[in-house]
């Protein structure tokens, strides 16, 4: 009985502190993104390119130069094609989870996007697709592309023209 006790105590106190662990983080996250640029943005721009914030849906997240798997789950990251807000075309990726990318799915035609980088870049959204995740023809031209995945087998591609 007492070792039933302890165990389910234990498992408890386990996810608890997971959970005060996430809150923090995120909350120490958000007190760096809000004051990246605040004070010299030079520090910063060997690190992160800017950030971007979609405001319905809680997203506020720095932006890093380079696709690869360290980068997806830690930032949103932008393919190193173009390494400015001021291309014409813009790819941005990031992993649909936690303080990241995972309430992309709620995004709606006519959603506001920010860019900022010491400058501020508004977006708002044209279209939004979900596509089988080898499909990447429908990634065209526009001017700013986001992508996540939808499921194990889908990504969500949004579209987002520069205002």
Avoid: P, W
Wanted: aromatic share 10%.
């Amino acid at each position: 009985m007492l070792k039933k006790y302890l165990r389910i105590n234990l498992a408890m106190l386990f996810l608890l502190s997971i959970f005060l662990y996430e809150k923090i983080d995120y909350q120490h996250h958000l007190y760096i993104v809000d004051n990246m640029y605040k004070k010299d943005i030079s520090k910063n721009q060997t690190d992160y390119l800017g950030y971007i914030e979609i405001k319905n849906l809680n997203i506020k997240r720095e932006i890093v130069i380079g696709i690869n798997d360290y980068n997806l789950l830690n930032h949103v990251t932008m393919n190193d094609n173009c390494i400015s807000f001021e291309c014409d075309n813009i790819i941005l990726a990031g992993h649909s989870i936690k303080n990241i990318f995972l309430n992309l799915k709620n995004i709606k035609v006519n959603d506001s996007i920010i860019l900022y980088n010491g400058k501020q870049y508004n977006y708002i959204v044209k279209s939004i697709d979900i596509v089988d995740k080898k499909n990447i023809n429908i990634i065209d031209n526009s001017e700013l592309i986001l992508i996540t995945c939808y499921d194990f087998n889908r990504r969500i591609i949004v579209k987002a023209k520069r205002i």
